[in-house]
């Protein structure tokens, strides 16, 4: 349950500078927007040019139509044609602005949704090409997790910006006007709401910084809510009676989080309410000198009113403008996350003129003093490994927890490059392979295979996806591994949904989930097959089962099997011991009994209990 240690966490509050340079992420935000949809987005830009010349065009008209009133108030049988034509007018504009705004909330809505997927696949497909180990970094999993986030936060920054550039279209419409009257008034605009803008970005940078720190214990806030609420765990939670101890480690992480976010939201709360009033005061210092003015008669009253309420627009634009400045600017700080994801690279480099898997394998997989480490860890998983997997040889793999056996198939997949010495692959360089190529000839089940909540046909497809369609295929596959008969058993058969999460589905044991795991591993025509303990749950008699069948059906191919019972090994060509990392011992069941080494003793305790 623990976080990870972060190492990238900042939690300094961010420098004008700093938010000021975040801004140069704006421009490949808009291109990624483009990207999602262009004419939504052009229809977008062009709908917000149109709405933001409205609120300028209603206070002149207002204007008009005062003056109008009021001249015509003073005549008598007055021509009021002119009047009601300035009226008409004002409500085909008001009508006008109204269906503008609901037309951009739309596009901003549609814009949105489809900037969501876009990005979502984007990082999907970008996570497909990156390491395993890279996942298994702290590091990388927080910005992983950052750039998830910005999917759906990054939508609510499109229509900020957009509404930005239209509310600054507006600005320029209204200060035109009010300049027109008295520049002096568009200064004491600017000095009324300068403190409002100074506070606001304090404020932002402050829960920018909060919010980040905060990530790994979010993480595991997620964490503990899945843990409190899952099916996946609900049997051992129950069983333990967790639901407690989780429940307040929860509670201590959310009041803790509680107690800082209301830190912060009431001081911001406090300065935001004497930044208003400043405000206020300027807007009502302005007022006072218009009406003076117009006291005077050196303004109309329809002119007095057109600036008051320019002048009150602009006001609100204004503070509109410069708090989304910071959220802006904060949004693209988010943004820098985001990119950064994309900017991280595989570290298992494809080979430059890759060459074709052999289509026979010749010489076999032959490790050369190869050693691997964790980038986490201390030890070694793998160390001086020196041996060749011949073709078509079964070669098991014997040792305690954590001797490494996972660790040396991970390396024959090249879901891992070795730190030290190389693996050849008929006296070529694994990595030299293409790496397609190599992933599509090795067919690997580990012990911790995916329980799919899909159908019980594509449970098995997935061992080869593009055969998901080849029902024959994947009939024979079930056939197998054995798993036929549990399909015949299930109400809708091959198509019977697995699992508890969906509708109708249908939970397997331990050990039928295995044969339909297993089963995965015949539905590509691998010349090197891995199976990494996926038989654990078997009963004795089962897994010897399949081990046979597994040795017939694979005659011809290479491959290696994990196993923690003998029984299977000793069906093994070859038995190599891994102790610490290291081969301690390797030849055919019958020397090495004969060796009386640690082969020989694991052996001889694990037939004593079976006596
Ligand atoms: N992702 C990882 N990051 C860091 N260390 C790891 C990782 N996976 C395994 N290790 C460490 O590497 C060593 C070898 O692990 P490995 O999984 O290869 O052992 P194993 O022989 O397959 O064990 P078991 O029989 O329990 O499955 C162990 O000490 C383990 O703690």
Redesign the pocket.
Known sequence: MNSRPQKNVRTEPLTLKERLAALRNLPAFFLLVWQTNRWLTIANAILRIARSAMPVALLYIGKLIIDQVLQLSHQHNADTHYLWQLVGLEFGLAISTDALSRAITLMDALLGDLFSNHTSVKIMAHAATLDL?QF?DSVFYDKLERARQQTVGRTVLLSQVMSQVQDLITMVFLAAGLMAFNPWLIVLLLIAIIPAFLGESYFNDQSYALTRGQTPERRELDYLRYLGASDETAKEVKIFDLSGFIIERFRQLSDKFYAENKRLSIKRSLWGTLFAMLGSLGYYAAYVVIIIRAVNGSVTIGELAFLAGSFRQLRTLLEGILSRFTAVSQGAIYLRDFFEFFEIEPQIKLAKNPLPFPKKIQQGFTFEDVGFK?A??E?W?NRHLSFTLYPGEKLALV??????????VKLLARLYDPTEGRILLDGKDLRDYDLVDLRLNVGIIF?DYLRYQMTFAQNIAVGKISEQYNRPLIETSARQSLADVLAAKLPAAYDQQLGKRFAQGVELSGGEWQKVALARAYMRDAQLLILD?PTSALDARAEYSVFERFAELTTGKSAVL?S?RFSTVRMADRILV?EK?QLIEIGTHEELIQKDGRYAELFNLQALGYR
């Open positions: 180990d298994e964790y986490n860890a030890r998983a040792g305690e927890n954590g001797a490494g056996k996972t660790t040396l012990q303990e994990i923690h891994l990392g």
